[in-house]
């Protein structure tokens, strides 16, 4: 399912934002919040689908579509796919208007950021890595519009 590819870029933004989270601060990181898809879902459904994303580490996003597919295809009806369309809409809406706003420098950077985020023949581990790189690399000011960013409303 294609569209697992844009969950699995969400995804990976939150851990990006942990990620960074934790490597700045001296208190420790919240985890990610729980996705709209799986509100109101089991506690077993949800460690399941934690599982599934904790161990995809090694896949490309087409291995990660799979697992998730094959996942979803054992789940009840509760866990909420239409939600979820929904939420990865208006991640990549909100996504297109931070972009917008964004000075040249942080566009560049953006574009960078995507370009890896997006490549079907990475796998995830290395696309955090690689991300992480970019985002470490980058001057102070950048860095700074982009979690902001990233953190969407609650951050800014």
């Known amino acids: 399912m294609k569209g697992f590819i844009a969950f699995t870029g969400i995804a990976l933004a939150l851990a990006i934002i942990f990620v960074i989270s934790a490597s700045a601060q001296p208190m420790p990181p919240m985890p990610p919040p729980l996705p709209p898809f799986l509100e109101g879902a089991d506690q077993s459904v ?10 995809s580490g090694s896949l490309t996003d087409s291995q990660i579509d799979a697992a998730v597919d094959e996942w979803i295809s054992k789940q009840s009806d509760d866990i909420k796919v239409e939600e979820m369309k929904k939420h990865q809409a208006a991640a990549e809406a909100a996504h297109q208007a931070s972009i ?4 040249p420098e942080a566009k560049a950077a953006d574009q960078r950021l ?7 023949t990475l796998t995830s581990q290395s696309k955090s890595q690689q991300i992480y790189q970019i985002m ?3 001057p102070e000011n950048v860095r700074q519009e982009i979690e902001t960013a990233m953190m969407g409303p609650m951050g800014a």
């Open 114 to 120: 995507s370009a890896v985020a997006n490549n079907p």
């Open 46 to 55: 949800i460690k399941q689908f934690d599982h599934l994303i904790a161990s």
């Open 136 to 138: 470490k690399s980058l």
């Open 100 to 103: 917008a706003k964004f000075s």
